[in-house]
């Protein structure tokens, strides 16, 4: 591809990305700080424009000599056909090859590829820098970094050195990017600030991170290379450039190199606070901890209540004041604007929460669990990337189409929006309804693991039948409910009424209003 063309290809992007929001918020839990001694990372990925559905990706042999296409995807902001059997030039331009590996391994694809067979599992935040960082020239994107780590790496670390020496021989192609990594074992926290480079620390196992569109790795000890990876560069660029002197007495904080922040981030103070109250973080500050020590072990349901929160219960509660309407809308004032943007937010495109047990085999520990729309108002359900296949729903559909109760992203939009006609009253229906049963498949799944695990020691093909046979029928069942529960609030709450009674609008809201004439 031509050196013109590339750059045309890089405005382009540029005019698209201008009419997105970068706005995902990722976690990282260490085992010792989860209640059963798993791992955790998630991805919220909030996106306004994406192509929602979800796809396994399969295993693959390859014969030698074989060469892996290097593609810019702007395919991930429009619909593109049956993913993968689509053709190369309509997911995005082919900019090179680079050597294909002998097995490549299976995963889940949908806006973003996050967790493999193996157990390896990855989010991603976009994150702004220095302008000067941005190489239109460079080949690998966060797309495709993601992708061929999970095509080829079996633990968090490899994947990692995988990333890190594709940015370093091919150039990092676009914003700058964090990005979490798992195996059941270590977590990784990495961030891409462009060109060719980019540090990675591990979290220590006893604490949580949380990643907010801003790069937070300032403090390293770079002699600690157990637990720290980087571009050999990362230094001497800065000292070329003029942007650090090593002779100044200050240390070398990536971050503040590569990607400057002058103001706070609400998300991280929020998400902090909430997982070590004992901190008494203090609002406004610029930076906060990088990780730290939960109060308390962690749970599954923990990381998805923080997962889709509104400030609830602080005084930014976006379900309180004028902004959030009569009945307490905690998404009206992310759609008119005017208040704090929240962790969870109308527009997500899904939420996946990477689940690993590093003693399970392979292809049992492997668990995501995956649910469309707003943390708040969604359902999230267990899947496997060894699944023998997914329910179609999960295939079907498309913003840019009329609502379709076959496809589970536009089932879960249905109950979202549903809940936002009187939200007081429907999201205590909505939780009523859906909380015991996932907390019933909570103290399901891990059972269901441990057997399978029991019978792969003597039939591997028997064990994954059991954990896809389960997924496969909990996420249809999961789905029909979902679509009785819109019904149910539609007819419930049409109108601003509670059964076509009396609209009842708070008194203290029409004050508030009053106060504004």
């Known amino acids: 591809m031509s050196i013109k063309a590339r750059k045309i290809l890089a405005l382009a992007a540029i005019i698209v990305l201008s009419g997105l929001t970068f706005a ?16 955790v990372i998630t991805h919220n990925d909030d996106s306004s ?45 082919l900019v090179g090859q680079i050597p294909q590996v002998e097995h490549t391994y299976a995963y889940f694809h949908s806006r973003y590829s996050f967790i493999n067979e193996m157990g390896v599992a990855m989010g991603e935040s976009t994150a702004g820098g ?39 021989e091919y150039g990092w192609y676009g914003s700058g990017e964090i990005i979490n990594v798992t195996d059941g074992e270590e977590v990784w926290i990495c961030e891409f600030y462009g060109r060719d480079l980019w540090i990675a620390l591990r979290l220590p196992d006893d604490c949580v991170y949380v990643g907010a569109n801003t790069m937070r790795i300032r403090d390293v000890d770079f002699e600690d290379t157990d637990n720290v990876m980087h571009s050999p560069n990362i230094i001497s660029y800065a000292v070329e450039q003029g942007w650090y002197d090593p002779d100044s007495g200050e240390p070398f904080r990536p971050a503040d190199i590569y990607a400057p922040r002058t103001s706070m981030n609400i998300r991280e103070w929020r998400a ?36 889709g929160d509104w400030y609830e219960g602080t ?52 668990l995501v669990w995956f649910g469309y729309g707003a943390g708040g108002t969604q359902y999230h359900t267990p899947l496997w990337p060894s699944m023998e296949r997914l329910p179609e729903f999960y295939q079907n559909g498309s913003r840019y189409e009329i609502f379709r109760r076959d496809s589970g992203w536009w089932t879960s ?20 309804f859906r909380d015991p049963k996932m907390h019933a498949i909570y103290e399901t799944v891990p059972k269901i693991q441990e057997f399978a695990a029991s019978v792969y020691e003597t039939d591997r093909e028997a064990a994954i039948a059991i954990i896809s046979d389960y997924a496969y029928n909990t996420a249809v069942a999961w789905q029909t409910d979902w679509l009785k529960l819109g019904d149910t609030l539609l007819g419930k709450y049409t109108a601003d009424r509670i059964n076509f009674g009396g609209t009842n609008y708070p008194q203290e809201w029409k004050d508030a209003l009053e106060a504004l004439r």
């Not at 309180?320 to 495109?349: E, H």
């Open 130 to 168: 220095r302008r000067e960082l941005r190489d239109t020239l460079g080949m690998i994107d966060c797309w495709t970094a993601q992708d061929i780590a999970l095509e080829r790496a079996t633990t968090a670390r490899e994947a990692v050195r995988i990333m890190g020496d594709l940015v370093e």
């Open 272 to 307: 902090l606070s909430w997982f070590a109250p004992s901190l008494e973080l203090e609002y406004g500050q610029v930076h906060y901890p990088l990780w730290v020590k939960p109060d308390r072990k962690l749970t599954v349901f923990d990381i998805f209540t923080i997962s």
């Open 24 to 39: 995902c918020t990722i976690i990282g839990v260490g085992k010792d700080a989860m209640a059963d001694g798993s791992t």
């Open 315 to 366: 005084e930014f509660d976006l379900t309180k004041g004028v902004g959030a309407g009569p009945f307490g809308d905690p998404f009206a004032s992310y759609v008119t604007g005017g208040r704090q943007r929240a962790i969870g937010i109308p527009l997500s495109c899904y939420i996946q929460i990477s689940q690993i047990k590093s003693w399970l085999p392979p292809e049992i520990r492997s």
């Open 413 to 432: 939009t249905y109950v979202q929006e549903m809940t936002r006609l009187r939200f007081k009253d429907a999201i205590v229906d909505l939780r009523e």
């Open 49 to 93: 424009s994406a192509d929602f559905r979800l796809w396994i990706i399969p295993a693959m042999d390859w014969p030698e000599g074989s060469m892996r296409d290097i593609v810019i995807n702007s395919h991930n902001y429009i619909d593109y056909g049956n993913y993968p059997d689509v053709e190369v030039g309509d997911r995005g331009v």
